[in-house]
């Protein structure tokens, strides 16, 4: 089961439209070759200044192939996981995954991927007059055309993020009717579902976990946990924490630049010192590359060194050998 999708922007999204010679229900034949419209697909047209967003993308595709099934990154999209808009790490854009059925196949080419896979009637959801695939059915589809399985995982912690899937049914997903044949995406959503987390909040902190889980090969840190010290003041919400040493990992995205926003990093670097809590930051070129993610893993390594090596107890205490700290499961996001 899912999680109602979240709001679709109906306000923001054309239905392209076909010419009508009347100039009601669509551009005249005179209109349409002016600059004030332009193709959306064989016979579809769109006013010239409608924005190219996702959900965009993603109805132009629908209009264009109506039998059709969406899946991947676009279903996904549709039921709600804004990190899925189709474009890859480098920001390039994808073409929109679509499921052709009865024979009905639009060209391929830039903006849709026609694909042949069987899709079950029980795979098969409408949602906001679009037809997608079930959110772990998407995931799979997504498996088998993102080769990079440390990308995948971040599409799936995303995806639970938002509230579309739960992580069993991926995982039955990934599991099941493992049938003749080889199906490099199965054995991919296998794996990323086995680094998964349902805890993520962006998708840096889960590239900067990955590192440590792999790279590092240190056990799995616990995820946003907020820091409070033997007073009960809440001193900070760490992206990672390793419970035995106080290793503290931070990921910090574009928002981290602003100088408001670093100072509040510096001051809350500061007290999580005074704790005696080493700490590792990251930003995007550390986790882009495989020497960045040995140099950071090699960084994690050294603050889990540096940590006083006793595991975090339940309460707090003072006193030699104590922890003067304890972590707490925050009740919302962001740090």
């Known amino acids: 089961m899912f999680q ?12 392209p439209c076909r010419v009508d010679p009347a100039g009601l229900a669509g551009p005249t034949k005179a209109q349409a070759a002016g600059r004030g419209w332009r193709r959306a697909g064989p016979g579809l047209h769109l006013p010239a ?43 390039r854009r994808l073409p929109v995954p679509l499921i052709c059925v009865d024979g009905h196949r639009p060209r391929q080419g ?36 993102v080769p990079d399985v440390r990308e995948l995982v971040v599409g799936v912690d995303m995806a ?4 579309v899937v739960h992580l069993a049914a991926v995982e039955r997903r990934a599991l099941e009717a493992l049938g003749p044949g080889p199906d490099p995406g199965r054995r991919r959503l296998r794996t990323a579902v086995a680094l998964a987390v349902e805890d993520s909040w962006s998708p840096g902190e889960t590239r900067m976990r990955l590192v440590w889980e792999v790279e590092a090969a240190l056990p799995r840190p616990l995820r946003n946990r907020r820091i409070v010290d033997t007073s009960g003041r809440a001193v900070a919400v760490v992206d990672l924490l390793d419970p035995r040493s106080g290793a503290v990992g931070e990921y910090d995205g574009g928002e981290h630049r602003t100088p408001a926003r670093q100072r509040r990093d510096v001051l809350r670097a500061d007290s999580l010192a005074r704790l005696g ?9 550390d ?22 090596g006793q595991e975090v107890v339940a309460s707090c205490h003072t006193g030699p050998g104590r922890p003067r700290w304890t972590p707490v499961a925050p009740t919302t996001t962001g740090s």
């Open 4 to 15: 109602p999708p979240r709001p679709w922007p109906s306000h923001a999204v054309v239905q």
């Open 49 to 91: 200044d409608t924005p190219e967003t996702p959900a965009q993308r993603i109805v132009d595709v629908a209009a264009r192939a109506p039998h059709g099934i969406l899946t991947g990154w676009a279903a996904l999209h549709v039921l709600g996981s804004a990190f899925h808009d189709g474009k890859d790490l480098h920001g």
């Open 110 to 145: 830039q903006d849709v991927l026609p694909l042949r896979h069987a899709v079950a009637p029980s795979e098969v959801l409408t949602v906001h007059g679009l037809r997608v695939t079930h959110p772990a059915r998407a995931l799979l589809d997504e498996a088998r055309l």
């Open 160 to 163: 639970l993020a938002a509230g």
């Open 277 to 285: 809590l080493p700490s590792v930051t990251a930003v995007a070129a």
């Open 287 to 308: 986790v882009r590359t495989p020497v960045a993610r040995r140099l950071l893993a090699s960084r994690i390594l050294a603050a889990v060194a540096r940590g006083p």
